[in-house]
């Protein structure tokens, strides 16, 4: 599972960010569980929401609903 998550987040561009103050190594078990949090996360929005804001059919209090996940989403990673 730790490889699959790795490759999933290796398919987009190729980005590189310091998270020495996060994390102790890119085999750090945390980072490895965090990615594999926001993976499951935004596919459950994807799956929920796609193309609905585009087409307009969905409602303001469940895009609200929308942005609080991705707050709690990115969040999580703050919390020390």
Do not use: C, N
């Not at 987040?9 to 960010?17: D, F, T």
């Amino acid at each position: 599972m730790e490889k699959e998550v790795l490759a999933k987040v290796s398919e987009g561009p190729h980005i590189e960010w310091d998270l020495t103050r996060l994390f102790s190594s890119s085999d750090d078990q945390a980072l490895i569980d965090y990615l594999r949090y926001v993976i499951s996360r935004k596919d459950e929005l994807i799956k929920e929401y796609k193309g609905r804001i585009a087409e307009e059919s969905i409602e303001a209090s469940e895009l609200r609903l929308v942005f609080e996940r991705t707050e709690e989403v990115m969040s999580k990673l703050a919390k020390p």
